[in-house]
């Protein structure tokens, strides 16, 4: 297969990060003690992590074909094959999930106190389901992974969720679950088509439009409640505000990551004329998708909820600029898929720590802490200037990209989004000024301690990384998203012919 580069490691690399978790998970109910339970979890998550980084290191940026690839026959009878592989794309999405587990496992060291086996259960499990989702390159294996992930985030919410649990994790299984059956009759439908469930050979099928139609349609709404765009958003608040920390963290860096990752790696490359067709209707979901967010996001008076809605709003960044179809809205919304992973997460591993100390979310319930919570103030208002893009900061770079393609192509698109990067510096900076200097605030709180500097410092770091060099991560996308350019545009030079 001339669209999978050997395994430049020798060893396989990638079945080892998807199936470590899982068998570390397993191991878990041999082991009697809890905290004995959770110094495994952490040392395999640890493992993980830094196997994954020659990920990084030994990638190579020249060439758009999956990399670190592993193929083997799985079921002969259906064309069915064991098959691995990264590219540009998926690269930053499966080190982003290696390294936000261990950072999960440390910031739910005290708060999760009954189940903990069970809960870290969960979280190793939702490792192996991260990693097989972005190196999939069969259509069966990748559904088998996406559906693997909603189990344990089902349960983290239904389990170890707030006093809604039983209603936020019913509609997030719901709506998911609905999702998946669109995206299931798209795989069937693919599959009688082209003979085959290999994604890389689907790309290169020929579809004819109304064939595309359909599947573009199919795979839409699959995508677009995973995302979630508005109107499909409706499940995101709940499912946020009821989630341990963990969860909340997972589901805004990870889950949220498959919709736009689904749109990128199926639709563009397998139905590039129904993208092109259906692009100003995604364009105009997602410019209502930035500004409803950022609007609603303003008006919250609990901390979870804003950042919830807040993330409708960047993630509407990401779907403008992957339907923009040029090289810098593309590249844009692939880093800003990993911006908002890191950002966000980190927002929300911010408001676990207020909240173990004051038993509460609401933000009048935490004000005035800046003199009480110096560090703490640190690390939250930095996460904040990162989450409104200010210059400096990751999330800059990827809007600013993704503004810059829209300007470029439209700049009816562009002046519409704008509003958005307004909403964001005004509910962020609302968030900050009352959590920070409102009020006298509660001297009981105390200031972070060194577990919790020790989880926050990475994704600190990673903020200013992006923010200030951002050329090694877009440097590494840029033959991956040139190739992704150019399908698009050859399948829009064939449309034009016809």
Not at 126 to 138: H, I, P, Q, R
Request: glycine fraction near 6%; hydrophobic fraction near 55%; proline fraction near 5%.
């Amino acid at each position: 297969m001339d669209f999978l580069i050997p395994n430049q490691l020798n060893y396989p690399i990638l079945s080892t990060l998807i199936f470590l978790p899982l068998a570390g998970a397993f191991v878990l109910f041999l082991i009697r003690d809890e905290k004995a339970a959770k110094i495994w979890s952490l040392f395999i998550s640890l493992v993980v992590f830094a196997l994954s980084l020659p990920l990084y290191f030994y990638f190579d940026p020249s060439t758009y074909k999956y990399q670190f690839a592993e193929n083997s026959p799985w079921i002969p009878v259906f064309n069915i094959n064991y098959t691995l592989g990264i590219d540009g794309i998926s690269l930053f999405l499966v080190l982003l999930s290696t390294l936000l587990i261990p950072i999960c496992i440390l910031a739910s060291w005290k708060y999760i106190e009954k189940r903990v086996k069970e809960f870290l259960f969960c979280l190793l499990l939702m490792e192996t389901a991260c990693v097989g989702v972005f190196s999939a390159l069969d259509f069966v294996l990748f559904y088998i992974f996406w559906e693997a992930m909603l189990v344990p985030m089902y349960l983290l919410i239904a389990v170890w969720g707030g006093p809604e649990k039983v209603y936020a994790s019913f509609k997030f299984f719901l709506y998911t679950m609905a999702g998946s059956v669109f995206l299931m009759v798209a795989m069937i439908a693919l599959y009688l088509t082209a003979g085959t469930f290999s994604i890389p050979q689907l790309m290169t099928h020929t579809y004819s439009f109304n064939f595309q139609f359909w599947i573009f349609l199919a795979f839409g709404i699959a995508f677009a409640i995973k995302v979630p765009m508005a109107p499909f958003h409706t499940w995101l608040p709940a499912a946020h505000v009821e989630a341990p920390t963990a969860g909340s963290v997972l589901l805004a860096s990870v889950l949220l990551k498959m919709g736009t990752y689904g749109f990128v790696r199926f639709c563009l490359p397998i139905t590039p004329q129904a993208s092109i067709y259906f692009a100003p209707y995604v364009l105009f979901m997602s410019i209502i998708s930035i500004i409803y967010g950022g609007y609603v996001a303003l008006g919250q008076t609990d901390m979870k909820r804003l950042i919830a809605y807040s993330s409708v709003a960047h993630m509407g960044f990401v779907t403008l600029g992957i339907f923009l179809f040029n090289k810098q809205g593309l590249e844009g919304a692939v880093i800003q898929m990993i911006n908002h992973g890191i950002t966000t997460g980190a927002l929300f591993l911010c408001v676990g720590i207020i909240y173990e100390r004051s038993h509460s979310r609401l933000i009048k319930d935490n004000s005035g802490i800046s003199k009480i919570m110096p560090v703490y103030i640190g690390f939250f208002g930095f996460f904040c200037l990162s989450s409104m893009a200010f210059p400096g900061t990751n999330s800059f770079v990827g809007e600013l990209l993704v503004l810059i393609g829209a300007f470029t192509d439209n700049r009816l698109i562009g002046a519409l989004s704008i509003p958005g990067v307004v909403l964001a510096a005004a509910y962020m900076l609302r968030l900050l000024q009352k959590i920070a200097w409102e009020g006298k605030g509660d001297s009981h709180l105390s200031d972070m301690n060194l577990r919790e500097i020790v989880y926050l410092a990475p994704l600190a770091m990673f903020v200013l990384w992006i923010g200030f060099a951002p050329a090694p991560f877009l440097d590494v996308m840029h033959a991956t998203v040139n190739h992704l350019v150019e399908q698009v545009q050859a399948a829009n030079a064939v449309a034009l012919v016809r």
